[in-house]
């Protein structure tokens, strides 16, 4: 059966989008820390990818990596699905009972109808116009910081960005056919209903790099248009691939008989292996 393993590929999305590159703002982790990666949370990280072949040399264990991208320092992506637009429906029920209060109250010296406008601005917040390249979970939400508070003047308030998106994996590891990457669909929400994984031929040893081409969105003014604009770049990682024979998980040798002392008679007898419980060195 197939091993699976993930990586986690964290962005800071507003330092990149200053910067123009992921270089320096992608920080890189897996589950096999232990089983030899290297350069766990920066953006040089080479997976371990543990392969084994039976005694006849043929592949033994595949191994299935799936990559799962975050934004540093947004809202965090276990929040419902709907939360964007609750707390817009939240922001606009706000609005109007502020009004419906300066419509009702009577006309009082000392008020000042300006600042009540700017209050009510504030509570109502910026939309993003919805385009044909930012549908879906992008499509004319209003701009929130990492609070989830609607933001008035996205110029000078903190904004949270949206996650990025992996819209491609190539380079030396798909080239010479190591791992066979595919975007699939989910019922996971977090990944917003899709998420890329692959298949690593583990039989074949060696570092292969590999690219990830990875979009992200810049918050833009056109005229009087708030809109987020997508920004594609790309950020490479490695794969470090080995192989051991398979062995027995009980006694660390080849596969075969199991030695089971019998209990009745205090003497040894044999069982054929490799059962259940096999495992790789």
């Known amino acids: 059966m197939a091993q699976q393993l993930a990586i986690i590929v964290l962005v800071d999305v507003g330092s990149a989008l200053e910067a123009n590159t992921l270089q320096g703002n992608t920080f890189l982790f ?49 929040v419902p699905r709907g939360y964007e637009a609750d707390r817009a429906r939240q922001s606009d029920s706000q609005a109007l009972a502020e009004l419906d209060a300066i419509t009702a109250k009577p006309d009082a010296a000392g008020s000042d109808p300006a600042a009540e406008l700017k209050q009510i601005r ?24 990492v609070t989830g508070q609607v933001v008035t003047d996205p110029t000078k308030d903190a904004y949270s960005y949206p996650g ?19 975007e699939y669909g989910s019922p996971d929400l977090v990944t917003d209903g899709w998420y890329w994984s692959a298949t690593v031929d583990s039989s074949r040893p060696g570092t292969y790099a590999y690219t990830m081409r990875i979009q992200l969105h810049k918050l833009v003014q056109k005229g009087s248009e708030t809109l987020w604009e997508p920004v594609n770049m790309t950020c490479e990682s490695k794969l470090k691939v080995t192989t051991e024979p398979k062995v027995n998980g009980f006694t660390g040798a080849g596969l075969g008989l199991l030695p089971i002392r019998s209990t009745d008679r205090g003497g040894s007898m044999y069982a054929q292996g490799p059962g259940p419980h096999d495992t790789t060195a």
């Open 30 to 78: 897996d589950n096999m820390k232990l089983h030899g990666s290297e350069g766990q949370g920066t953006g040089d990280l080479v997976t371990a990818i543990h392969g084994a072949y039976w005694r006849d040399g043929s592949q033994a264990t595949e191994q299935v990596l799936n990559w799962l991208p975050y934004s540093l320092g947004s809202i965090a992506p276990t």
């Open 122 to 145: 504030k509570a109502v917040g910026t939309r993003v116009k919805t385009t044909r390249r930012t549908k879906g979970r992008l499509s004319g939400q209003k701009i929130l910081d």
């Open 164 to 182: 990025p998106v992996i819209t491609d994996i190539y380079g030396q590891a798909v080239d010479e056919k190591i791992m066979y990457p595919a």
